[in-house]
């Protein structure tokens, strides 16, 4: 059994990402795991990412607040439980665009593993 309490979860940056705090829960520096990685990102108003798109599959659930995320094409406002997958080469944009603050965990693989 691994834990991470929140308020000791690891914080990381990514390119890309204005007015967010992100942290690990599970994964990479937050500890062992096998197939994915948790973190939650924190977006003050008027916050967001760039719209980029990955190799990987992601998923986000929307914590608290609202969340509006866009593929390039589509564009969805996202609250509280809503989720949203993200397939691999696809488009992805996160904004909050309220003048509340937001949160939404993300959930994404880590690179498979090579042969021993």
């Not at 059994?1 to 690891?10: G, N, Q, S």
């Not at 599959?57 to 406002?77: P, W």
Request: aromatic share 4%; hydrophobic share 40%.
């Amino acid at each position: 059994m691994h834990t991470v309490r929140f308020d000791e979860a690891p914080a990381y940056d990514a390119p890309g990402h204005a007015l967010m705090k992100m942290v690990r829960l599970q994964g990479r520096e937050a500890g062992p795991t096998d197939t994915v990685w948790l973190g939650v990102s924190t977006i003050a108003p008027g916050g967001g990412t760039t719209l980029d798109a990955s190799g990987v599959e992601k998923i986000y659930v929307v914590l608290d607040g609202e969340v509006a995320l866009s593929n390039g094409r589509d564009e969805v406002k996202l609250r509280r439980w809503a989720s949203c997958r993200i397939a691999p080469g696809e488009g992805r944009q996160l904004r909050n665009d309220t003048d509340q603050e937001a949160s939404i965990l993300l959930i994404m693989p880590l690179p498979p593993t090579p042969p021993a």
